[in-house]
């Protein structure tokens, strides 16, 4: 355990450049990983979870090295020629690693143990296990379908036609990364929209993927198996999953005005942005441009007077890792927010709807908790209390460090039990924020 307290500051002030995106880290390793050639990736993020993948496609027999800071080059074997680990796979902290390579491995001719952490060895694996045996791979999971598990992979394996029945980008992206060496055509129908980036990274590396959207939104994600991946050269945007701690900060800490560079605003990702300017947030959006095939922006964030809101659940799938830093900003709102519809926050790297009413509480805030969601009273500015003991994490990255942020609106701050997890997705956050906070 490495506990630490946050404490107030003043004005946050300058300009900030946030690590790049874990999503796309991932895949850029696990695509390259099954490309033919050099695949050369620049500003990968250097976080625990996306060296957990690097670790397991090397095992997998890839040749993945760091050339530099966040410069990368991954040699690949081809998709079909994953070879045999010979060593339990350590996925750490890390449901992405998990889900994805579960997929690729079910139609490889290999078996795979796979091993985490205490977090991630309760988060539930039946939404992979389930698609991935329709294509004919054998699990041998812990009980409720948890970690630790082997996946022995099914050559050829069968392509399905799967409707996915939670909103989750990683079980759309393990079936498709299954499809890639599955014969025949395998199809993903996604009735919300998830992060996009497996679809457009597959595409970018050269497989033959189509989306049709249906009058309704559903969408129809069709990918040709036995695909021939091209190597490529990636520039990994920021992430705006670690940007929205910034941005939550700089909304609540008077006098601030903060530039956040390079935030990647895929609009399947971007959904905090329009909810915190519906609560009053000055975001602007400056230098709008592309970056590694994504839309990319700086912020300027200014503090801003916030009022409380009714979150439309519908906007959920696109910021679905931003509710406990949105939780913080709404602690400080005038007025009510009330959020619902997130179940699947139970079921993240903690059960984030449980343990950020018991952090906020701890501080001074004013949280009802109910089944799928929080509703939040907030002070119109007023500091929180903040809290005489630790707050719990619970190996969660996301509540160590929207606490962090609730400390900056605390009197007494707020101590954090264990800062250790945020190197599993933001290693620098700390000496970002302390570069600020003077
Ligand atoms: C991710 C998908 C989301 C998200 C996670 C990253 C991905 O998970 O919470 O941090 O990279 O595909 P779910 O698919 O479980 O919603």
Redesign the pocket.
Known sequence: MKPRRFMPSGPLRGTIRVPGD??IS?RSIMLGALAVGETRVTGLLEGEDVLSTAAAMRAMGASVERLGDGEWSVQGVGVGALLQPQTPLDMGNS??ST??LMGLVASHPIMANFIGDASLSKRPMGRVIEPLSQMGAAFDASEGGRLPLTVRGALPAVPISYRLPV?????K?AVLLAGLNTPGITTVIEPVP??D??ERMLRGFGADLSVEVESDGTRVIRLVGEAELKPQTIEVPGDP?SAAFFIVAALIVPGSELTIQNVGLNPTRAGIVEVLRQMGGKIEELNRREVGGEPVADLVVRHSALKGIAVDPAIA?SM??EFPALFVAAALAEGTTVTTGLE?LRV?ESDRIAVMAAALTLAGARVTETEDGLTIHGTGGDLLRGTATAIATHLDHRIAMSMAVAGLACREGVEVDDTRPIATSFPIFEALLDGLAQ
């Open positions: 874990k999503s991932h449901g992405t889900r994805l909103a989750s980008a990683q079980v992206s998830t992060r980036h497996s999953s799938p679905i890792d699947e993240k």
